[in-house]
């Protein structure tokens, strides 16, 4: 094992991450106290986060399904489709790490992944339009192409030096890409569900007496982990394993970073392959569980790659300082 990591990382560790440090505490606050003697407590956010999301999508279930509100089926469909994307960002967020990147800059990182979602999703139907082998080859690396350009130029804009925020980019930037094709794909079919069946009351009269379609709402939230988000983290995760960080690399290691880039294309892949394909819908959500989790393994060893990078990178800036003289002083030493 140490061997693999040692390839597909750059240490030649074995899995150090430890799950119960990661979960634990999540509604139990962590107390902790500074050098003044006062007492802080400390809560993790993500398990409050998902628990707000889910209670927010009951309500707009009770609100279109039961009250028959059919505009406010975006808003369900909007809530649905965050719940997964956002719950893990702020698990990820939460992860003690030597380096944090501000709120405020993965607002801006998420909303470029939704806008970068609509312009990926254009460009190939424009360019490619709907056949099927456009759908299982070429939407799979354009895509995913196209969430790596983002995270990356964000990682060499904010200057990020570790796997964890290379990750958490990653992440969002497909929470973003997610959450807007979702939003749009489960809008789009869940309405033409109304307008499929017409009443006709004469020649030139006629209602819509059609109902919400949900199926592509449920399907898209329920298999919601193993999708855009998690793609995009492992774009990033890619590039920062394969930069010259690791090990004092001098030059960028292309074979590491094609390998960890094909994961998510293939996923992407085999993800749209079974979509098109699977027509039966209880083989189609066999084979969909079994991605996801595959998906869940990848992201576990996604969390001891954080782990390792944190308990063994040292920045080279901080080790070159160390090895400088020290400037002498006026100060006399005390006898």
């Known amino acids: 094992m140490n061997k693999f990591n040692k390839f597909m990382t750059g240490y030649d560790k074995g899995f150090e991450v430890n799950l119960k440090d990661l979960f634990t505490n999540s509604v139990k606050p962590i107390v902790t106290v500074d050098e003044t003697g006062k007492v802080n407590k400390k809560t993790k956010l993500w398990l409050r986060v998902f628990l707000l999301l889910l209670s927010?999508?009951?309500?707009?279930?009770?609100?279109?399904?039961?009250?028959?509100?059919?505009?406010?089926?975006?808003?369900?469909?909007?809530?649905?489709?965050?719940?997964?994307?956002i719950t893990v960002a702020t698990f990820i967020y939460e992860i003690p790490g030597k380096e944090s990147v501000s709120i405020m800059n993965i607002i801006l990182v998420f909303l470029i992944g939704t806008a970068g979602a609509f312009f990926a999703l254009v460009q190939m139907f424009v360019s490619y339009g709907y056949e099927e082998i456009n759908i299982i080859i070429i939407a799979p690396i354009i895509e995913e192409i196209a969430k790596a350009i983002v995270v990356i130029s964000t990682i060499q804009l904010l200057k990020i030096k570790s796997v964890k925020s290379a990750i958490l980019i990653g992440w969002v930037v497909g929470a973003g890409f997610q959450i807007a094709e979702s939003l749009g794909y489960a809008t789009y079919y869940g309405y033409e569900g109304i307008f499929t069946q017409i009443e006709f009351v004469d020649e030139t009269t006629y209602y819509f007496v059609g109902f919400i379609d949900y199926s592509t709402l449920i399907l898209r939230s329920i298999f919601s982990f193993g999708s855009h988000a998690l793609y995009a983290a492992l774009g990033g995760a890619a590039y920062m394993l394969s930069a010259a960080k690791i090990n004092n690399r001098k030059h960028f290691n292309y074979l590491r970073f094609i390998i960890w880039f094909m994961i998510p294309i293939l996923l992407h892949a085999l993800?749209?392959?079974?979509?098109?394909?699977?027509?039966?819908?209880?083989?189609?959500?066999?084979?969909?569980?079994s991605l996801e989790i595959v998906t869940v393994f990848i992201f576990y060893y996604l969390l001891n790659v954080i782990t390792l990078d944190e308990k063994y990178y040292v920045d080279e800036t901080l080790l070159i300082q160390s090895e400088l003289p020290n400037e002498p002083t006026n100060e006399t030493p005390v006898q």
């Open 56 to 85: 927010l999508c009951f309500v707009y279930i009770f609100i279109v399904y039961l009250n028959d509100v059919a505009l406010a089926f975006p808003w369900l469909a909007l809530i649905a489709s965050a719940i997964v994307p």
């Open 271 to 289: 993800n749209n392959l079974f979509s098109v394909f699977v027509t039966n819908a209880f083989a189609l959500y066999s084979v969909l569980i």
